[in-house]
């Protein structure tokens, strides 16, 4: 079986950092991916998760509206609101995250960004330490 997911699009909002109690980075944000068929043009919203190297990569290099290409594997959490209801959301969990725009000066901390970390050297994004097959 293969759970693999590709997309280019563009960041909607600056991503957002957070560490979990183990001290691992976590970093989330959204793209906007669209598709355009004959006059019309249909945009989806992806939510994408990203854990350590990669977490660190989108949070030091990337910013809203920045194009750019994702991969990873699709997952669904089931968590309750405040209310008590549960919830679903779908996510995609990167294992690469790489910038297609252009330089320019509206990377976050740095002028010429590294290259992003290998596609396969996060694959304990879970927090799991192990590969997941």
Not at 30 to 47: F, H, L, P, Q, Y
Not at 98 to 116: C, I, M, V
Request: glycine share 8%; charged share 25%.
């Amino acid at each position: 079986m293969l759970n693999q997911c590709n997309f280019i699009g563009r960041f909607g909002a600056d991503p957002e950092t957070r560490y979990t109690p183990a001290g691992k980075q976590v970093t989330n944000f959204r793209i906007a991916v669209s598709e355009k068929r004959g006059d019309k043009e249909n945009t989806e919203w992806v939510s994408v998760v990203c854990w350590e190297n990669t977490a660190k990569f989108v949070a030091d290099y990337m910013v809203k509206g920045n194009l750019c290409f994702v991969s990873g594997r699709m997952q669904t959490r089931k968590w309750q609101d405040q209310k008590g209801e549960q919830r679903y959301t779908t996510e995609i969990i990167a294992s690469t995250v790489q910038n297609l725009s252009p330089r320019s000066d509206e990377s976050r901390n740095h002028s010429d960004p590294p290259l992003p970390p290998e596609p396969f050297g996060n694959m304990g994004s879970t927090g799991e330490d192990s590969v997941p097959f």
